[in-house]
């Protein structure tokens, strides 16, 4: 079955900086990946996705990118915001047959 | 309009006992998630509800752990014989359809097994 691989576990960023959070899967067949932000206590929230036939989305200060070759994704938040400050979790899946598989999730922390 | 809301936000109950978690999906959503979060992990899954039937129960970890969905809304998680490894948070999640991607996710129910 699947298996995604999330890194770094942790990440420490001054306001104003960039963060970049990169996954790694293992099926070739995945062809949508979603990227939710947790809050503590609070319930994952889809922040951005992608889906296999695009390398590249972006939403304001959020963008993916996808690597279908070393199957590969990131999650880049440029200008980041204390409000940036949440776990971060990655996931893969293949659209309409299987459910989403997480990675274990980066603690994003931006130091004002 | 309203999201998926989960009953009830916290449960404790001890060790052998019996629980049930109850998943209200957004209105017109038939598929269904169950996932499992132990702290510091990311959700894993359970199972998942196409309508009313289980069209993928192969993460329930054991026998102990069951779902049912008998009018293809509300869903109900139920575990027997609690232990206490079964200690987590358990996200539900709708999405419009299995063939839609985005998948919403519940509060959770935060279960503590004494």
């Known amino acids: 079955g699947e298996n995604v691989e999330q890194h770094p576990s942790t990440l420490s960023v001054q306001e104003g900086d960039s963060a970049v959070i990169k996954c790694t899967y293992s099926d070739s067949a995945s062809n949508y990946f979603p990227w939710y932000k947790q809050e503590l206590g609070k319930r994952p929230q889809l922040i951005i996705d992608?889906?296999?036939?695009?390398g590249e989305k972006k939403d304001q200060r959020i963008a993916v990118t996808l690597n279908k070759t070393a199957k590969h994704f990131s999650l880049h938040i440029t200008e980041t915001q204390p409000e940036d400050s949440a776990v971060y979790f990655c996931a893969a899946s293949i659209r309409g047959n299987t459910p989403l598989v997480f990675g274990k999730g980066t603690r994003l922390s931006v130091i004002a | 309009g309203a999201g998926v809301s989960q009953t009830p936000s916290n449960k404790v109950t001890e060790k052998g006992k019996y629980v049930e978690l109850r998943c209200d999906p957004i209105?017109?959503?038939?598929?269904l998630y169950w996932y499992r979060q132990s702290l510091g992990q990311g959700p894993e899954f359970l199972i998942y509800?196409?309508?009313?039937?289980?069209?993928?129960d192969s993460g329930l970890p054991n026998d102990r752990f069951f779902a049912v969905r008998p009018e293809g809304s509300v869903s109900t998680l139920k575990i027997q014989r609690t232990e206490r490894g079964d200690s987590a948070v358990y996200l539900c999640a709708s999405s419009l359809n299995h063939g839609a991607d985005t998948q919403y996710f519940g509060p959770g129910t935060r279960l503590t097994v004494l």
């Open positions: 992608i889906r296999s036939n695009v």
């Open positions: 509800f196409q309508g009313t039937g289980a069209a993928d």
């Open positions: 209105s017109g959503h038939t598929a």
